[in-house]
């Protein structure tokens, strides 16, 4: 199985053939922001008008099926907490107060949309095939590094009885070891999360190293347990045309991110 682009009229996004709940990797394209947040902005706090981004929501759940107003999305801040959203977190960030701080989101809620931002970090999306809960979890390198995957894996079991056997998580586009050129604080995080695990993504060119944080997290996310993850090859730097990069434009753009449904579980 793989996480695959697919285009739905103007818009593009990715999505994981193992990951039965509505869900996409978004792209930049698809939607009508404009300038240099032209044209998915899934931002909040990205300049963009209101209007602009209420419409590309809209343009979102019309995809995936579900209202913004049940969209819950996350305040980020590269931790490792993990919240679990129900009915009264509906519409947080857009039609609601903003949630506390926090890199990762769960529910079993059925019609909640769970959405991270990510414009270089990784988005990881989680779907319990028996309870029907889901996942969203935003891993830059620090949360990457403080095992929030695996965190929120622990989460789902907790809240939800999930067996992380039965969890599928699809990792979507980041900056990708291609280009993510980092100092030494970089790959002694990982060594400390991971130990000798983590040196087979690690590359030293000099005096600095290119990380693979995809690989890492999907490591990550096999020693927590879970039964399938999925992983996709594209690079938020590489791509201009698809995806906003921080690395690349710094402060300047927009956020692209993910989204995931929970829906009923037939018993």
């Keep these: 199985m793989a996480v695959k682009t697919l285009t739905y009229g103007t818009l593009t996004c990715q ?3 193992g990951l039965a709940a509505p869900h996409c990797f978004t792209t930049r394209l698809g939607g009508v922001s404009r300038g240099h947040l032209q044209s998915l902005n899934i ?11 209420l419409k590309n929501y809209e343009i979102l759940g019309n995809l995936l099926g579900f209202d913004p107003k049940n969209a819950v999305l996350s305040t980020q801040t590269h931790s490792d907490i993990v919240r679990v959203a129900g009915r009264p977190e509906a519409g947080a960030g857009l039609y609601a107060p903003e949630l506390s701080p926090c890199d990762g989101l769960i529910t079993n809620t059925p019609g909640l949309a769970l959405v991270v931002f990510t414009a270089d970090c990784t988005p990881i999306l989680l779907w319990d095939e028996k309870t029907g809960a889901v996942g969203a979890v935003h891993a830059g390198w620090r949360g990457t590094a403080a095992r929030i995957g695996e965190k929120a894996v622990q989460a789902m079991a907790k809240a939800f009885g999930s067996n992380p056997w039965d969890i599928h998580a699809a990792i979507g586009p980041n900056i990708g070891a291609c280009c993510f050129e980092t100092d030494e604080d970089v790959p002694a995080a990982m060594r400390a999360a991971l130990g000798g695990e983590a040196e087979p993504f690690i590359r030293s060119a000099g005096s ?19 039964g399938q993850v999925e992983v996709s090859s594209l690079c938020t730097h590489c791509d201009e045309t698809l995806f906003w990069s921080h690395r690349r434009t710094g402060s300047l753009r927009g956020s692209q991110g993910a989204a995931i449904v929970a829906g009923e579980v037939e018993r």
Excluded: S, T
Aim: charged content about 35%; cysteine-free.
């Design 15 to 17: 999505q994981a053939e």
């Design 43 to 53: 931002g909040i706090h990205r300049g963009d008008d209101w209007e602009n981004v």
């Design 208 to 226: 600095k190293y290119y990380v693979d944080l995809k690989g890492i997290n999907a490591r990550i996310l096999k020693e927590a347990g879970v």
